[in-house]
DNA sequence: TTGTATGCGTTATCAT
DNA sequence: ATGATAACGCATACAA
């Protein structure tokens, strides 16, 4: 019942007295082969319980299938999102998805991508980690002649091509709600600029106020390392030592919205009627707090259909040629309880 | 500076005049190879920006270094805290893990199984979609004389190892904590008891009303087919349509007690001095909802730990010899506000 | 329609 | 300490 020698296409060739490359043919369904053999070797394999070896395929052929994915975590609604909608899009053209989280940690990056280019995968979709400088680990898959495509968090390299949103517009966006609902000093919780999206959100954010002609407060903004609970909770401490108290808090991201709309609450200040709030990215989280926090939808499953849909154009275009996309999606703003003041 | 075409250990060999096996086994830092080839060759390597094709070493060895994790989702808590776990046990002994997830459908794990399979993953760690009903395609691992562990969601098959936590205790700690807050007509909304956890759950939250001497009440128990925020909101709605109203509800999944919670909250039900509210799998989620939701911890970090153990075991062990191991961990009961009353 | 021969990149065995 | 060669499983160019 129970084959522990992985029967290979010389065995079934031996068993049924045909050459080997016969066998491969009849695998493959060559139409240069007779049907009558086609079906007797496909119906010898699975009485034999042969299943074809992918990786000597794949070695022989210098063609694995496989794409890697790389992102910082996958436990983030945003990422697992998009992945959702890479595979949806690669999946039916055959093309199966190796992921890897990185956990913000260019050593683990570098590794990863290392491992998936040695392992073969025919391209790599990427989201880069917080951490990431230098990015020679990056060009190298360049160098091997394969497509690499950046979403949400990309980095400046000629060649790469990139799915992100208009994070501008979205922290615009959110801003101008904001001065929109009567605030008037609204504090910022920054993500590492490092980031080209947090670096974009900030300038949206500077935009409006400007746009609206509201007095840019340099103690207003709060630079986080880390988007996280603990520290949206840390910054609000912080911001309730100064003299003026803003009357709205601006997250570039969920988490630390999170931990600042706990550490208000603790402090007993009403949201939204004293302070309005917002986060960045729509974790699941938003719509389930007390009040639900006002966010922005980075629509990733579209961001991942449409890194899948780029990869598949860069793999059947012309090696030689690289073209460079760069495509921009709309942010959605969703405004919940906690800045809708009417 | 970007060198296209790969470099192979034939093209060191030829530029330093040495054999192609030589180049091998300084690259493996063989020390049969002379300390000064072993460097004059990793330096050459490096200048010709060699970089090892692990898929023709795995081919050749017969043996990848990646194992496969197959989960029925990536963004629920629980399992990418199993995953991260097996990552930290396993990436010290070289292992790669390569993550896959099947959205609770027993075609794609077919599917992904096969693949995984194919490309030669030295073993397998998963956790059963919720309609896996025939194992055929997952005996297929053990048939190819590969090591399979399942991970909360198992299935009884002879000769395969599982971690999971003692689903019953954990039910019945949360039904006693409820009955002791004075809960006496406790709803149940149980999760598809084909999967042995939920079966257990329901066992454990049966015997809780047993040795409480509390009727147990067929109106109460609400089958899901999914643990979802609509299928708890619809649970509620319909129990609310009953003359008697329960004064607690435990559901077996947290998704399904946060619709729950919702629709409570629309209801005007004060939770929890009319009604307690308790959960499963302690998602993160469980801490910020308003109020908060009690639930049981599944220790996913230690129990992804533990599966990778008992992975590395098997595959250290004889091959000849498989080893049933069952390890069961203890649930931590997590008591929040939605079930606190004093 | 089928068979023969070769190569993919690496490691291992057996020489030297 | 190093070289020559076979082998891993498959697909394909070339022959027949």
Redesign the interface.
């Known amino acids: 019942m ?3 020698t ?1 029967t290979t296409i010389y065995d079934i060739s031996e068993k049924l007295k045909v050459s080997a490359a016969t066998v491969s043919r009849a695998l493959n369904d060559n139409p240069k082969i007779s049907i009558k053999t086609r079906e007797l070797v496909r119906k010898t394999a699975k009485e034999m ?1 042969y ?6 395929q ?2 022989q052929k210098g063609k ?1 299938n ?1 794409v890697g994915v790389v992102v910082p ?5 945003f990422f ?2 998009v ?1 959702r909608g890479i ?1 949806e899009k690669l999946s039916p053209h055959g093309y ?1 998805v ?4 990185t956990h913000e940690d260019v050593k683990t990056e570098k590794e990863q991508i ?2 998936l ?4 995968v025919d391209g790599i979709i990427m989201s880069v980690s917080k951490t990431t400088q230098n990015t020679d680990h990056i ?2 898959v ?4 394969k497509p690499l495509i950046f979403f949400d968090r990309r980095k400046d390299i000629p060649g790469v091509s990139s799915v992100t949103i208009n994070d501008f517009e979205g922290a615009f966006a959110v801003t101008e709600h904001l001065i929109k609902q009567g605030c008037e000093n609204i504090a910022y919780l920054s993500g590492d600029r490092g980031l080209d999206i947090y670096a974009e959100r900030y300038r949206g954010y500077l935009a409006a106020l400007k746009a609206y002609n509201l007095a840019f407060e340099k103690d207003y903004v709060f630079d986080l390392s880390n988007t996280t609970i603990e520290s949206g909770t840390f910054a609000v401490k912080n911001l309730w030592n100064l003299n003026k108290k803003p009357d709205a808090i601006f997250s570039s991201g969920d988490y630390a919205a ?1 931990g600042a709309l ?1 550490e208000l609450k603790r402090k007993n200040i009403k949201i939204p009627q004293e302070v309005c709030l917002s986060g960045f990215s729509n974790e ?2 938003t719509e ?3 009040p639900s926090i006002t966010s922005v939808d980075q629509t990733p499953l579209l961001m991942g259909k449409i890194a899948a849909e780029v990869f598949l154009e860069q793999i059947q275009g012309s090696q030689t040629l690289t073209i460079e996309k760069k495509v921009v999606l709309k942010p959605g703003l969703r405004i919940r309880n906690s800045s809708k003041r009417k």
Do not use: M, P, V
């Open positions: 129970s084959h522990n992985k319980n299943h074809q070896n992918r990786l000597a794949a070695f694995t496989n975590f996958i436990n983030r609604n697992s999102s992945i595979e199966h190796i992921i890897c989280q290392k491992i280019l040695g392992t073969q060009k190298e360049l160098d091997q002649g999170l706990q699941a989280f389930y707090t007390e």
